[in-house]
């Protein structure tokens, strides 16, 4: 078999980097190895459009398996790697399989956090990745249960809202003070909280979980440190990630919370390159977060442009990976919607009011984020702003009568 270039993961970041390879000329062999049985798919629907009904698992699919066919895309389903033989140039998968390669790609993802609390095994204990994590969640809907979501981050309070919007009794545990602590401010926590809340769903915040009880194998209750159980029929765990850098780990490629990679996503073997949830990079937007000013994003903007970026580079067309990070979560009827990266410490100046504002975060005196609800227009021009570096003042911000899409465009 001819080397060619293989990618490990078929999600979002490993299927951008495959076809943008073919997008750009790239004619050699193509190989994409994947865990699941399913042809690549969206993951952020999973949580909110799918759950609720909205689109199936034909709409879920990223492309159809004739564009695999039609753009000699090999895929390997269900084929998780083992082993990376770095010296004979070959991945190694799980039956055995051997399949060389002229450069490898690591886009091999994140996987869910787990509960280090007893009954965490118990039945009806469930947490959201992947697709068949969805189907269980969707028929476990059924019939009415008693829902602890334990975190408040983005997939636990849009699985709530989504839960709560079927008229079931939900409640969030969350260890920190507010929901959403490392992601967002507290001006845009308690919105969201209040916006929650309205639809019936209940929070035990600064609560911590010692363990999940349970009644003939399965999940009743969850108890919390300061004596409280909360009925339980099904218990969602969303306590964040924790980057796929094992394979990488063992082939001997530098590891931090990630696999490290320079600013052209390359590792510390030029042969194999990571990008995606697993990539840990330098980012000219991650100063002040980090000592080395390297970031690790798990979101689909990062996943599509790191491929973009790494297939320009093994096609001939090298950049410098400095793409702005932006999200978005939709909870409820509310749309979040976040560019660039916040620290915690960081200072907010709103702008809006009632149920469509922004927040504008600064540090040390300049834009770091700018988290929207509701003000789609307001994310673009933070996204133009932020990616041009353009200079804005805390009391720039906080004046209303700035024109800032005129200052975005450059004629401020």
Same mark, same amino acid.
């Given at each position: 078999?001819?080397?060619?270039?293989?990618?490990?993961?078929?999600?979002?970041?490993?299927?951008?980097?495959?076809?943008?390879?073919?997008?750009?000329?790239?004619?050699?062999?193509?190989?994409?190895?994947?865990?699941?049985?399913?042809?690549?798919?969206?993951?952020?629907? #999973?949580?909110?459009?799918?759950?609720?009904?909205?689109?199936?698992?034909?709409?879920?699919?990223?492309?159809?398996? %004739?564009?695999?066919?039609?753009?000699?895309?090999? #895929?390997?389903?269900?084929?998780?790697?083992?082993?990376?033989?770095?010296?004979?140039?070959?991945?190694? #998968?799980?039956?055995?399989?051997?399949?060389?390669?002229?450069?490898?790609?690591?886009?091999?993802? %994140?996987?869910?956090?787990?509960?280090?609390?007893?009954?965490?095994?118990?039945?009806?204990?469930?947490?959201?990745?992947?697709?068949?994590?969805?189907?269980?969640?969707?028929?476990?809907?059924?019939?009415?249960?008693?829902?602890?979501?334990?975190?408040?981050?983005?997939?636990?309070?849009?699985?709530?809202?989504?839960?709560?919007?079927?008229?079931?009794?939900?409640?969030?545990?969350?260890?920190?003070?507010?929901?959403?602590?490392?992601?967002? %401010?507290?001006?845009?926590?308690?919105?969201?909280?209040?916006?929650?809340?309205?639809?019936?769903?209940?929070?035990?915040?600064?609560?911590?979980?010692?363990?999940?009880?349970?009644?003939?194998?399965?999940?009743?209750?969850?108890?919390?440190?300061?004596?409280?159980?909360?009925?339980?029929?099904?218990v969602v765990v969303g306590i964040g990630v924790l980057p796929n850098a094992d394979l990488a780990a063992e082939a001997g490629l530098s590891v931090a919370d990630g696999v490290r990679v320079d600013a052209f996503l390359a590792t510390s073997d030029p042969a194999i390159s990571a990008i995606g949830d697993c990539a840990?990079?330098?980012?000219?937007?991650?100063?002040?977060?980090?000592?080395?000013?390297?970031?690790?994003?798990?979101?689909?903007?990062?996943?599509?442009?790191?491929?973009?970026?790494?297939?320009?580079?093994?096609?001939?067309?090298?950049?410098?990976?400095?793409?702005?990070?932006?999200f978005w979560s939709d909870q409820g009827p509310h749309k979040l919607q976040i560019a660039g990266l916040s620290a915690p410490g960081d200072a907010a100046v709103i702008r809006g009011e009632g149920s469509a504002f922004s927040v504008f975060r600064f540090r040390d005196g300049r834009l770091s984020a700018v988290e %929207?609800?509701?003000?789609?227009?307001?994310?673009?021009?933070?996204?133009?702003?932020?990616?041009?570096?353009?200079?804005?003042?805390?009391?720039?911000?906080?004046?209303?009568? #700035?024109?800032?899409?005129?200052?975005?465009?450059?004629?401020?």
């Amino acid at each position: 078999m001819e080397p060619g270039i293989v990618i490990v993961g078929a999600g979002q970041a490993g299927f951008q980097a495959a076809a943008s390879l073919r997008e750009g000329g790239y004619h050699g062999p193509l190989t994409l190895v994947g865990d699941e049985t399913a042809l690549p798919y969206q993951r952020p629907p #999973l949580s909110k459009a799918y759950l609720a009904g909205k689109t199936d698992a034909d709409g879920l699919a990223l492309r159809p398996a %004739s564009f695999f066919a039609d753009h000699r895309i090999t #895929l390997h389903a269900a084929s998780p790697a083992k082993a990376i033989d770095r010296e004979g140039r070959r991945l190694v #998968l799980a039956d055995g399989t051997a399949l060389p390669f002229a450069h490898l790609v690591l886009a091999t993802g %994140s996987r869910n956090r787990p509960l280090p609390v007893p009954g965490a095994d118990l039945d009806g204990v469930r947490q959201l990745r992947g697709l068949a994590d969805a189907d269980a969640l969707k028929a476990a809907l059924e019939g009415g249960p008693r829902i602890v979501v334990i975190g408040a981050g983005f997939i636990g309070l849009e699985f709530a809202a989504v839960a709560a919007g079927r008229g079931l009794d939900v409640t969030v545990v969350e260890a920190a003070e507010r929901a959403m602590a490392r992601a967002v %401010s507290a001006e845009t926590a308690a919105f969201f909280r209040t916006a929650h809340e309205a639809l019936g769903v209940r929070f035990a915040f600064a609560a911590g979980v010692t363990a999940l009880t349970g009644e003939g194998g399965r999940v009743r209750a969850v108890a919390l440190a300061d004596g409280r159980e909360l009925p339980a029929d099904l218990v969602v765990v969303g306590i964040g990630v924790l980057p796929n850098a094992d394979l990488a780990a063992e082939a001997g490629l530098s590891v931090a919370d990630g696999v490290r990679v320079d600013a052209f996503l390359a590792t510390s073997d030029p042969a194999i390159s990571a990008i995606g949830d697993c990539a840990r990079f330098p980012s000219p937007f991650a100063h002040g977060l980090h000592g080395d000013g390297t970031v690790r994003i798990e979101s689909v903007q990062n996943a599509i442009d790191q491929g973009r970026c790494l297939a320009a580079r093994l096609t001939g067309k090298p950049a410098a990976y400095a793409a702005l990070p932006w999200f978005w979560s939709d909870q409820g009827p509310h749309k979040l919607q976040i560019a660039g990266l916040s620290a915690p410490g960081d200072a907010a100046v709103i702008r809006g009011e009632g149920s469509a504002f922004s927040v504008f975060r600064f540090r040390d005196g300049r834009l770091s984020a700018v988290e %929207s609800i509701n003000r789609a227009g307001d994310h673009m021009i933070a996204r133009r702003l932020l990616s041009a570096g353009t200079p804005l003042t805390p009391d720039q911000a906080a004046d209303p009568a #700035l024109d800032l899409k005129a200052l975005a465009m450059g004629r401020g």
